[in-house]
């Protein structure tokens, strides 16, 4: 099995290294594609030293059988004609395909068999917010059809990548030595604040990653759910957590959804809130799973349950999921 990483040196590309590296695929050949600036990086994978190639518009993916792609959205429609016209199955991780028709958008957790389905040989990696919380609602909706979600997500740094990673670093570092922080990447400074803005507000007044979770989270789940969402960045290195309030057709008791939960792919349990434990992006950055706590009644809607979820945003919120999508496919 032949596979290539685009977008090897970022965030993303570089947590593609590590998953691939620790589990048991049977790679037989890793090739890695970038940019002019990464062009010529050396990387080791299970022992042998790879050089990073330039991105080219030319026959360099003959043989791949899966590309794993995260290089933005632009390049990704620049390149799918490329990386797919000699047989490779693109999962892309971008904003570009997601909801595209022809094009399924894919948690193994909740919906493996549209990865099946690609007759553009793309399968979309959905946004970092809604694979966490829709692997959560699966476990939900397995006991009773969801009709609403609210979610307030508290998002890392490490959403926007690794120049924002080190930016949050600087910030606290430049703050601590009584200088002006450097503001990049962020619309304000991210230490010691939140901010309710990610991605471009929309003519809704709701941003573009608000109004993903909404129609990723119909589209993934194949459902009428209707999700309302207020997304903040807070100063976090990794890992997202969410406060989620689901409204079922029948009412569910905590001692249901928990049940469902501890039994749930991909979730694991955290919820002793008198003997405080609950997820915290602290413990849970460099894991897996999507850990979901505080899981109660809503006191303001008879068929309504609450609960925290958190989930390290690179791992299952980016990288992981497309590795896994890979191998749902072999």
């Given at each position: 099995m032949k596979i290539a990483i685009v977008g090897a040196s970022g965030a993303v590309g570089q947590e593609f290294l590590r998953i691939l590296e620790e589990r048991p695929l049977p790679v037989d050949e890793l090739v890695l594609f970038g940019s002019e600036r990464s062009a010529g990086r050396k990387y080791m994978f299970r022992g042998k030293e790879l050089t990073v190639k330039l991105l080219q518009h030319n026959d360099d993916f003959r043989g791949i059988d899966f590309a794993l792609v995260s290089a933005g959205a632009s390049t990704s429609r620049e390149f799918a004609d490329t990386i797919t016209k000699h047989g490779a199955v693109m999962i892309d991780n971008s904003s570009a395909f997601r909801m595209d028709a022809d094009v399924p958008l894919v948690v193994p957790e909740v919906n493996p068999g549209d990865a099946r389905q690609a007759p553009r040989r793309i399968i979309a990696n959905p946004n970092c917010t809604t694979i966490q919380m829709v692997v959560a609602l699966q476990?939900?909706?397995?006991?009773?059809?969801?009709?609403?979600?609210h979610v307030s997500t508290y998002q890392s740094a490490s959403g926007a990548g690794a120049a924002a990673m080190a930016e949050l670093e600087a910030q606290h570092a430049e703050l601590?030595?009584?200088?002006?922080?450097?503001?990049?990447?962020?619309?304000?400074?991210?230490?010691?604040?939140?901010?309710?803005?990610?991605?471009?507000?929309?003519?809704?007044?709701?941003?573009?990653?608000?109004?993903?979770?909404?129609?990723?989270?119909?589209?993934?789940?194949?459902?009428?759910?209707?999700?309302?969402?207020?997304?903040?960045?807070?100063?976090?290195?990794?890992?997202?957590?969410?406060s989620v309030w689901v409204e079922t057709e029948r009412p569910l008791s905590p001692e249901e959804a928990r049940a469902a939960f501890a039994a749930a792919?991909?979730?694991?349990?955290?919820?002793?809130?008198?003997?405080?434990?609950?997820?915290?992006?602290?413990?849970?950055?460099?894991?897996?799973?999507?850990?979901?706590?505080?899981?109660?009644?809503?006191?303001?809607?008879?068929?309504?349950?609450?609960?925290?979820?958190?989930?390290?945003?690179?791992?299952?919120?980016?990288?992981?999921?497309?590795?896994?999508?890979?191998?749902?496919?072999?």
């Amino acid at each position: 099995m032949k596979i290539a990483i685009v977008g090897a040196s970022g965030a993303v590309g570089q947590e593609f290294l590590r998953i691939l590296e620790e589990r048991p695929l049977p790679v037989d050949e890793l090739v890695l594609f970038g940019s002019e600036r990464s062009a010529g990086r050396k990387y080791m994978f299970r022992g042998k030293e790879l050089t990073v190639k330039l991105l080219q518009h030319n026959d360099d993916f003959r043989g791949i059988d899966f590309a794993l792609v995260s290089a933005g959205a632009s390049t990704s429609r620049e390149f799918a004609d490329t990386i797919t016209k000699h047989g490779a199955v693109m999962i892309d991780n971008s904003s570009a395909f997601r909801m595209d028709a022809d094009v399924p958008l894919v948690v193994p957790e909740v919906n493996p068999g549209d990865a099946r389905q690609a007759p553009r040989r793309i399968i979309a990696n959905p946004n970092c917010t809604t694979i966490q919380m829709v692997v959560a609602l699966q476990a939900i909706e397995r006991l009773s059809h969801i009709r609403r979600v609210h979610v307030s997500t508290y998002q890392s740094a490490s959403g926007a990548g690794a120049a924002a990673m080190a930016e949050l670093e600087a910030q606290h570092a430049e703050l601590g030595a009584g200088q002006a922080p450097t503001v990049e990447k962020f619309a304000f400074q991210l230490a010691y604040n939140v901010i309710p803005h990610i991605d471009v507000f929309t003519d809704n007044d709701y941003t573009k990653e608000e109004m993903k979770m909404f129609h990723e989270t119909r589209k993934i789940m194949h459902s009428d759910i209707r999700v309302s969402a207020t997304c903040v960045r807070v100063p976090v290195m990794r890992a997202h957590s969410e406060s989620v309030w689901v409204e079922t057709e029948r009412p569910l008791s905590p001692e249901e959804a928990r049940a469902a939960f501890a039994a749930a792919p991909g979730v694991v349990l955290m919820d002793e809130p008198a003997d405080k434990v609950y997820p915290m992006p602290l413990f849970v950055a460099g894991q897996d799973p999507v850990y979901v706590g505080r899981i109660r009644k809503d006191l303001a809607c008879d068929n309504g349950l609450a609960f925290w979820c958190v989930s390290d945003q690179i791992r299952k919120g980016a990288a992981l999921n497309a590795v896994q999508i890979l191998e749902t496919l072999l």
